[in-house]
């Protein structure tokens, strides 16, 4: 597979990239799994309801068993009042996990690689660094390019690079080791460095 080599120069060129990693098939089953797993094994239990033991209610009878015409009621935590305990509360030890083999796991990535090669959509470059943590550089140096909205990954990410592009809505700079589905279907172009798709080749093969 020969994707784009861009030269920061002006110039330009190809890049023979295994086809292990980018002549895959398109799995839309497998990446819609893969995709909906990672979010959610992102997912933390930080909501939490009480049940009709935590609220605070008196245990009194709210009126007597017979003779009012009304259905009897013992307490007004029931879940039946308004303001009544849960009957299943959410708890903060709510487990939101899925579980996606490893092997799933690489073949899904393969497959979005391989889609966004075919879409044209990933480009190649020798490097990409920055020589101060600025956000000016990185918006710079991004458009030069041509790119909008890019997804930069490299061997490694450095601080200039990390303190430049926290504050970017549309770029994303990670290394090669947090390649993740999300962020792959999530920008319109891709951008990888030579050492990033050895590693990336080293990772899912």
């Keep these: 597979m020969d994707l784009k080599l861009i030269d920061p120069q002006g110039g330009g060129g190809t890049f023979s990239a295994p086809d292990a990693l980018f002549g895959r098939d398109f799995n839309e089953a497998l990446v819609h799994q893969i995709v909906v797993a990672y979010q959610a094994n992102a997912r933390q239990g930080t909501r939490a309801q009480k049940d009709r033991g935590q ?110 592009s926290r504050n970017l809505i549309n770029v994303e700079v990670i290394a090669a080791r947090q390649t993740n589905p999300v962020a792959l279907v999530r920008h319109p172009s891709v951008l990888l460095t030579k050492k990033a798709v050895a590693k990336l080749e080293e990772m899912f093969k």
Excluded: C, Y
């Design 55 to 164: 609220v605070r209610h008196s245990t009194r009878k709210p009126w007597r068993q017979k003779g009012t015409g009304r259905a009897r009621a013992g307490m007004t935590s029931s879940p039946l009042w308004r303001g009544g305990g849960k009957v299943f509360p959410s708890s903060p030890e709510e487990n939101f996990s899925h579980k996606v083999n490893r092997k799933m796991f690489r073949a899904g990535m393969v497959s979005i690689l391989s889609q966004l090669a075919r879409e044209d959509r990933i480009r190649i470059v020798d490097e990409f660094r920055l020589e101060a943590p600025k956000t000016r550089l990185l918006v710079q140096k991004v458009k030069s390019l041509g790119f909008d909205g890019v997804l930069v990954i490299t061997d490694e990410v450095d601080q200039n690079l990390a303190l430049s």
